[in-house]
T-cell receptor, first 118, second 116 residues
Framework: GAVVSQHPSWVICKSGTSVKIECRSL??????MFWYRQFPKQSLMLMAT?????????EQGVEKDKFLINHASLTLSTLTVTSAHPEDSSFYIC??????????????FGPGTRLTVL | AQTVTQSQPEMSVQEAETVTLSCTYD???????LFWYKQPPSRQMILVIR??????QNATENRFSVNFQKAAKSFSLKISDSQLGDAAMYFC?????????????FGTGTRLQVFP
């Protein structure tokens, strides 16, 4: 199957600093990527849809200015957590659907990034 | 808006036995997809099985099968001949049908333990 990578796999930062997480589709092009947040022992909550060539679409309750998303190319989306605080500590997962000619595009998930804010 | 509910936070099964995980959903759409994803301790999401709502036949993938009841909006996962490697979090997910509608809505998950 298709491969989606994330970098870094884990990061520790100080409160008030910004952290950038990369999501790459390695063997296919993705015009859309999704960013999820997962707290311990909880489900994946969709944060935003990253769109190549246009602005990201954020889910209700997600701060656009805090979680900056940039879909730089057809294989790369980045999530920047600005002015991070301890409550931003979480597991961040991205996914990308593979392009097909029909309405169903299988999604592939990255391995996730664990963010710890001290 | 669509919602997905998993009412079993935890389940356990003995190795080689069968276990069924429950999932219900709410939608006003007639065409959609349902999924079961597995998340092992590595946290990597793995697609277990997919069901298209327009198909009456229940999907099957080796030891994994579903019981899809469209009218009842129920979508359970049956794992036969359970193996130790099946221990993981299992998430039920919903996706609308149509182009540019790849967004997944996840349930709260069921933690499956497998005992030898």
């Amino acid at each position: 199957g298709a491969v989606v990578s994330q970098h870094p796999s884990w990061v520790i930062c100080k409160s008030g600093t910004s952290v950038k997480i990369e999501c790459r589709s390695l063997d296919f092009q993705a015009t859309t990527m999704f960013w999820y947040r997962q707290f311990p022992k909880q489900s994946l909550m969709l944060m935003a849809t990253s769109n190549e060539g246009s602005k990201a679409t954020y889910e209700q309750g997600v701060e656009k200015d805090k979680f900056l998303i940039n879909h730089a190319s057809l294989t790369l989306s980045t999530l920047t957590v600005t002015s991070a605080h301890p409550e931003d500590s979480s597991f961040y997962i991205c996914s990308a659907p593979t392009p097909t000619d029909n309405s169903y595009n299988e999604q592939f998930f990255g391995p996730g990034t664990r963010l710890t804010v001290l | 808006a669509q919602t997905v509910t998993q009412s079993q936070p935890e389940m356990s099964v003995q190795e080689a036995e069968t276990v069924t995980l429950s999932c219900t959903y709410d939608t006003s759409e007639s065409d959609y997809y349902l999924f079961w994803y597995k998340q092992p301790p590595s946290r990597q999401m793995i697609l277990v099985i997919r069901q298209e709502a327009y198909k009456q036949q229940n999907a099957t993938e080796n030891r994994f099968s579903v019981n899809f009841q469209k009218a009842a909006k129920s979508f359970s996962l049956k794992i036969s001949d359970s193996q130790l490697g099946d221990a993981a979090m299992y998430f039920c997910a919903y996706r609308s049908d149509g182009y540019n509608t790849d967004k997944l809505i996840f349930g709260t998950g069921t933690r499956l333990q497998v005992f030898p």
